[in-house]
């Protein structure tokens, strides 16, 4: 009788069901964390904070659950949005008392990677991409370019500092120094964090904190890695062939995401800019995986 029950209905009647009759599978819930940290349309949302809130507070609050799994494919992004997430997964996981496993797909570098280290178990494939514990900042200088289109730059600021490292103005040491000392601070911090949570695993190799990235092979080696495996071989290793791999997923509304905030009377205009916005997103993205060679 309750083998034909659908998964979603059974969750919903199994507290009333004789014991007979209950569905007595362990269960993990899953939650998925993917994308570039911090970039992001409302076609396509973000990995932030608010983003993966409702996911991650659904998921510790499963009750019987044995473990949460985060399922981790991120280049990295905003620095303090993956460090948001991992507080939040930190405080979720002393709250519930519950055990913290992440497993990586493509990559857990840079910000994906302090966010992996919110887990107490990191496992890679071993082609995945992990370290990257860095800080960068990139952009483009167009001063030259517009000297030479006869383009006069008219820029109006209150307070020295307001409008530093201004592209279409020539770069002064002062400010790129000012730039270097923010990254630094937060680069400390990555340090940190990974030395707490990684412990004594982590190796003396100099090139740790450079900023390099490994394979989740090498990573094993480097201690920024427990071991290779997958979630689904893991997990039946854990608890056993039937255990509940629960996927976590956020409410989202499709015509909220192609409209945007926009009202149904501008949905052309509203589609038209979550196109040029979309594209925009896209490319920022994508030069966070090319980084990686991905």
Known sequence: MNASIGPSLRRLVNPILPAGLKDDRPVVPVVRLQGAIGIGTPMKPALTLSAVAGPLEKAFAV?????????????????????????????LAKEKDLGVAAFV??????????????ADEIIADPASIVGSIGVVSAGFGFDRAIERLSIERRLYASGENKAILDPFSPEKAEDVERLKDIQREIHELFIALVKERRGKALSDDPELFTGAF???QTGVSLGLVDRVGDIRTTMRERWGEKVDLR????????????????????????????????????????????????
Do not use: F
């Open 247 to 294: 996927v976590m997923t956020p409410k989202t509304s499709l015509l909220r995401r192609l409209m945007g905030k926009g009202e149904p009377s501008g949905v052309g205009a509203s589609l038209a800019a979550g196109l040029a916005e979309e594209t925009l997103a896209a490319i920022g993205a994508r030069a966070y995986w090319a980084r990686l060679g991905l």
């Open 63 to 91: 009750k019987g659950a044995k473990e949460i799994a985060l399922v981790i494919n991120s280049p990295g992004g905003s620095a303090a949005q993956a460090h948001l997430i991992y507080a939040r997964i930190r405080q």
């Open 105 to 118: 797909e493509d990559a857990a570098a840079s910000g994906g990677y302090m966010i992996a280290c919110a």
């Open 214 to 216: 490994w394979t989740g």
